[in-house]
C-alpha cells in the first residue's frame, strides 16, 4: 500500500451523507485539504429520513451551525421520542424519549426502584417518570440555557442537504456536476480517479463513497463483500409519501406497526412526511401503498414510490483509499432515526484517523473496529423492538417473536428478563434509558430486582416516587405548546 500524503479529497455523490460529510471536512480540515463533491443532478436521492436524534445538536455545534438558521431554512420541528403503537401487541402504547428516566442510587438503576414501588401498589407507568415523555404526550417544548429537555429535530432531508452544500460551497468546497461513468484505479487496487460522462477526469489521494445503494466505488469498484442481516431484521422493502399538515406539529415521531411491519409518521413545519415499511413476503408493493393510503391524514402531496433494500453492512467501511459513507457502507431501517446520525459519526471517525501521512492499515483497521462495534449496538437495539414482542396475529410477527437473535442481544434480553439488569458497553449509541423503554414498553417484566431499595421505608418510596412526579409536573407547567415556540423560535418563511 502506497504511503503518500493525504491533501486532496473527492466526495462521490451528494445528498444528505455527501454535504454532511463535505461540510465537515471544509470545516475542520479545510486548511490542510482540497475538498472536491461530484455529484448529478440526473440522480436522485432517496431523501426520505427525516428524523434525527441528539447527538446531532453536538455535530451541529461542531461545524458552528446557528440552530435557529439550519431549523428555518429545513423547515424543522423539535423531536422529543418516538411513540410506539401496536408493538408489543396490538392496542399497546409507549414513548423511546431521549433523557434519563428518575434517579437510582450507585448501587442499582432507576428501573429497580420503579419495579419496588411497582411491588408496593405504585403503578404509574415508567414513562411518568421522564420529563420529555410528559412532555412529548403534553404537546410541549422550549430550548433553555440549562437544556431541562434532550431533544433532536424532525427536518426536511432533501432541503438539509441544500443547506449543507450552501455551507460548503461558502468554505471552500468545490462542487462538479457530474455522473460517474468510471471509476479508475492504481495498478496496486487503490482508487486513481472517477471519469465523468462529460470526459472530465477527476483524481485524488483519498475518496469518500455516497453514491448510496449503487456503491460505485466500495462495492462496485473495490468488490467489499456484503453482510446481509434480513434473517433478523426481514423488512426489506419503503414507500414514502408527503401530505399536508392538518394539525399543529407534534414533537415527536409515530411508529406504527401493522400486519407485515411498520408506518412512520413525522411532521413537520410545512408537511408530514409519511412511509410504510414492510417485508414484500408478506405484503405486496401494492398492498403496502393502498395500506399506507388508507392511513394518512391530509391531501397527500407526493406519489409513492416503492424503495428496496437489503439490511445489513459492509464487511469492512474503509477499504483502501475510500471510505464508504451512508447507504453505500449498509443500512439499518430508519425505525430509530439513526441514518443520519451514522452519516455524521462515519465522518468524525475519519476526521479523527485522518490519513495525512498516507494510509495505513492500522488506521484502516481501527476505524472498521469502532464502525462495526457500534453498527451492531444499533442493530441489536432495532431486531430488540421487533423479537420483543407477544403478537401473533400474522405469519409476519410469529416470525419476528420466534426467530433466533445475536447472541449480544440474547444476554441483554436473558439479564434484564431474570433480574431488571442491564449494563453499558463501548461505543453503543443508545443508553440505558432508551433500552428500558423499549423492553418495558413492550411487554418484558423481569422476574425479579436489586434488593437494595427495600431498605426504604413505604413513607420514603412513596414519597420518591410522588416528589419526582411533581417536579417534572412542576416543570412542565412552565413550559409552552411546541407549535407555538416553533412559531415564535424558528418560523420558516415560505
Known amino acids: 500500500m502506497k504511503n503518500n500524503n493525504v491533501k486532496k479529497v473527492v466526495i462521490a455523490g451528494g445528498g444528505t451523507a455527501g454535504w454532511v460529510a463535505a461540510a465537515a471536512l471544509v470545516k475542520q480540515l479545510g486548511k490542510l ?43 424543522s420541528v423539535f423531536k422529543l421520542g418516538i411513540s410506539f403503537k401496536n408493538w408489543g401487541q396490538i392496542g399497546d402504547q409507549y414513548i423511546h424519549p431521549f433523557g434519563s428516566t428518575g434517579q437510582g442510587s450507585y448501587l442499582a438503576d432507576f428501573q429497580h426502584l420503579w419495579l419496588h414501588g411497582k411491588s408496593k401498589g405504585i403503578n404509574e407507568e415508567f414513562g411518568a417518570y421522564s420529563l420529555e415523555v410528559q412532555a412529548a404526550k403534553a404537546n410541549k417544548f422550549a430550548t433553555s440555557k440549562n437544556n431541562i429537555l434532550n431533544y433532536a429535530y424532525h427536518l426536511d432531508a432533501t432541503r438539509y442537504a441544500q443547506f449543507l452544500r450552501k455551507f460548503s460551497e461558502k468554505l471552500g468546497v468545490k462542487r462538479i456536476e457530474g455522473k460517474i461513468q468510471q471509476v479508475q484505479q492504481h495498478p496496486d487496487g487503490d482508487i486513481k480517479a472517477l471519469h465523468l460522462e462529460s470526459g472530465e477526469i477527476i483524481a485524488a489521494d483519498f ?17 467489499t463483500p456484503y453482510e446481509d442481516w434480513s434473517h433478523w431484521l426481514p423488512c426489506n422493502s419503503a414507500v414514502p409519501v408527503q401530505t399536508e399538515s392538518i394539525e399543529p406539529a407534534k414533537p415527536y415521531v409515530t411508529c406504527t406497526a401493522h400486519k407485515a411491519g411498520w408506518q412512520w409518521h413525522i411532521p413537520l413545519q410545512h408537511r408530514v412526511g409519511n412511509g ?50 451512508g447507504l453505500s457502507s449498509g443500512f439499518v431501517e430508519p425505525l430509530e432515526s439513526t441514518s443520519i446520525y451514522m452519516f455524521m459519526m462515519g465522518i468524525v471517525r475519519l476526521m479523527r484517523l485522518f490519513p495525512f501521512n498516507g494510509v495505513t492499515q492500522s488506521s484502516i483497521d481501527e ?7 457500534e453498527l451492531e449496538n444499533i442493530r441489536d437495539f432495532i431486531i430488540l423492538h421487533y423479537h420483543a414482542t407477544s403478537r401473533e396475529d400474522s405469519e409476519f410477527w410469529r416470525y419476528c417473536k420466534n426467530m433466533s437473535v445475536p447472541d449480544s442481544l440474547s444476554h441483554r434480553l436473558e439479564l434484564f428478563r431474570e433480574n431488571g439488569l442491564y449494563y453499558q458497553g463501548d461505543r453503543e449509541l443508545f443508553r440505558l434509558d432508551s433500552w428500558l423503554h423499549v423492553m418495558l414498553g413492550q411487554g418484558i417484566m423481569p422476574k425479579h430486582y436489586h434488593s437494595i431499595f427495600k431498605t426504604m421505608s413505604d413513607e420514603e418510596l412513596v414519597s420518591h416516587l410522588t416528589n419526582t412526579r411533581n417536579t417534572i409536573a412542576n416543570t412542565l407547567s412552565k413550559i409552552p405548546n411546541h407549535q407555538e415556540f416553533v412559531n415564535q423560535y424558528c418560523k420558516a418563511q415560505r
Open 367 to 373: 476505524y472498521n473496529q469502532q464502525s462495526i462495534a
Open 207 to 223: 475518496f469518500i463513497d455516497c453514491t448510496g445503494f449503487a456503491g460505485l466505488l466500495i462495492d462496485k469498484t473495490l468488490k
Open 276 to 325: 410504510n415499511v414492510f417485508c414484500d413476503a408478506f405484503m405486496s408493493d401494492e398492498q403496502a401503498k393502498q395500506h399506507l393510503l388508507e392511513n394518512v391524514q391530509g391531501k397527500v402531496l407526493t406519489e409513492p414510490r416503492v424503495i428496496k433494500y437489503k439490511t445489513g453492512r459492509r464487511k469492512v467501511f474503509w477499504n483502501r483509499n475510500c471510505v464508504a459513507l
Open 33 to 75: 485539504l482540497d475538498v472536491v463533491l461530484v455529484e448529478s443532478d440526473q440522480i436522485g436521492t432517496v431523501g426520505v429520513g427525516e428524523a434525527t436524534i441528539p447527538p446531532m445538536r453536538t455535530f451541529h455545534s461542531l461545524l458552528g451551525i446557528d440552530e435557529q438558521e439550519f431549523m428555518r431554512a429545513t423547515e
